[in-house]
């Protein structure tokens, strides 16, 4: 898809959220193979585990060592060879040798007729391969036990060498978003530093005459400027480098200077306001001597009008690469939604992330819902689980693209596609919930 302005495909009907995102992925793709010719020895950073936390890895994390590194016991109990185990319901009795702890082995060997007191965790001894679980033994003294020989089969209750993790295998695959549990992951095979794609630099704006920074006064007629900071959370979660740009007046000369200096330093400029119609002539004519940027029409609500394209890289930028820019509507909740349709996973794919599709889950309507087919609804609502134990969901009041509460007051998007129609009470519907997305 051709993203200039000029484009009648694009004047003149709307565009499918999911063209929309095939088109913003492309261009991502463009952009990445134009800075592979760069030489940008800075591309990569080695940081320590700690403040890896939502970065995005860049190397196969190689396992330094087997997981479990040793064989060892899965439950607190005794082990044995599983040899004398069989069909018989007879019994067996073993002589307890000794005791083997989590951190204390044992370095006797286990011989035919005996068994070693063992806790979960502890490696196995020579000579054993299966432990028998405490609660399965049926007589037992300081010295011997005694359990039926068809309780469990040999190398039962083991945790094998490896099991988890073999040496030199990837533990976690270049491209990864990491989260906690890859931190804990890394740190449990001793490893404290990791190679991650360096920061995505992202300057943000907020363009409107109407618009007072936290601070000031309130004009006759003006609003505070919310889409900065709704911006910053949403960014912030991605553990980027945020450049505020602040707040830029309808100006054209104002405004071009602000585009270009985002350009010059920033990975992607995101601003919001001055797209939609009345206010998109006056940013087009900008855009098109600062870059190639399509001004869409989408078939969604909210976010309808959105503007998407590059900046010219401008002397003397250090990223010395295209800037992407994504003009999104001034309306608050409409800032949220594009950014989570489209922003989010632009600027992951961008910094080197293996992206996953956000889950997404379903939920019965508690009350109707209009919805006219051939557009993309984002409505905010509440998912909780009904009375009879099933998911359940219903929307936050009125869904303008104006009333945050309804975004602030949600926890999950009803997603209503394409081709869908109205929705009525006890209907199933998608859902994408909040927390740990946004
Ligand atoms: P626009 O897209 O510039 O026509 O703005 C659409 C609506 O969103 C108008 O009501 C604006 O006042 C409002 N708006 C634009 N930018 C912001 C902002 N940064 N914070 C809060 N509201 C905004
Ligand atoms: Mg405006």
């Not at 004047?11 to 063209?19: I, M, P």
Request: hydrophobic share 40%.
């Amino acid at each position: 898809m051709k993203l200039s302005p000029n484009n009648p495909i694009l004047l003149n009907s709307s565009l499918h959220v999911d063209e929309a995102r095939k088109a913003i992925s492309d261009l991502v793709i463009e952009l990445i193979e134009e800075s592979k010719k760069l030489v940008d020895p800075s591309n990569i950073e080695l940081v320590p585990l700690d403040q890896a936390i939502n970065r995005i890895l860049a190397q196969d994390l190689l396992s330094p060592i087997d997981v479990p590194a040793a064989d060892n016991s899965a439950m607190d109990g005794y082990a044995f060879n599983g040899n004398c185990l069989g069909v018989p319901e007879d019994s067996v009795s073993l002589k307890i040798i000794g005791t083997a702890y989590a951190g204390k082995p044992f370095t006797g060997e286990i011989g035919k007729g005996e068994c070693l007191k063992i806790m979960t965790g502890a490696v196995m001894p020579t000579g054993s391969d299966t432990v028998i679980p405490q609660e399965l033994v049926s007589a037992q003294c300081d010295t011997s036990i005694e359990f039926k020989r068809n309780l469990l089969k040999p190398g039962e209750n083991r945790r094998l060498r490896g099991e988890d993790l073999q040496k030199a295998k990837p533990a976690i695959q270049s491209g990864r978003l990491l989260r906690p549990s890859d931190l804990g992951l890394a740190a449990s095979l001793g490893v404290p530093v990791l190679k991650v794609y360096r920061k995505l630099k992202v300057a943000i704006l907020s363009s409107g005459d109407e618009l007072c920074a936290l601070g000031q006064e309130l004009a006759a007629g003006g609003i505070y400027d919310s889409n900065r900071h709704s911006l910053t959370g949403l960014l912030n979660r991605l553990n980027l480098e945020i450049i505020d740009c602040g707040i830029v007046r309808d100006d054209p000369d104002a405004l071009k200077e602000a585009f270009c200096n985002a350009a010059k330093v920033a990975d992607v400029l995101i601003s919001s306001g001055g797209v939609s119609v009345g206010e998109a002539d006056f940013t087009k004519q900008i855009m098109q001597e600062l870059g190639d940027v399509g001004f869409w029409k989408i078939a969604m609500r909210p976010g309808r009008p959105m503007a998407f394209g590059t900046l010219k890289p401008i002397t003397g930028q250090s990223t010395a690469r295209r800037t992407l820019f994504f003009g999104l509507p001034g309306n608050p909740v409409a800032v949220m939604v594009t950014f989570y349709q489209f922003v989010r996973a632009a600027l992951l794919q961008l910094n080197g992330a293996t992206l996953t599709a956000p889950p997404i889950t379903q939920a019965i309507a508690e009350s109707a819902i209009r919805k006219k087919p051939g557009r993309t609804e984002f409505q905010r609502a509440i998912l909780r689980r009904g009375q009879d134990g099933k998911p359940v969901v219903k929307l936050t009041g009125s869904q303008g693209a104006g009333i945050l509460r309804s975004m602030s007051e949600a926890n999950c998007f009803v997603i209503l596609h394409h081709d869908q129609g109205n929705v009525t009470p006890g209907n199933w519907v998608d859902v994408a919930l909040f927390d740990g997305l946004l």
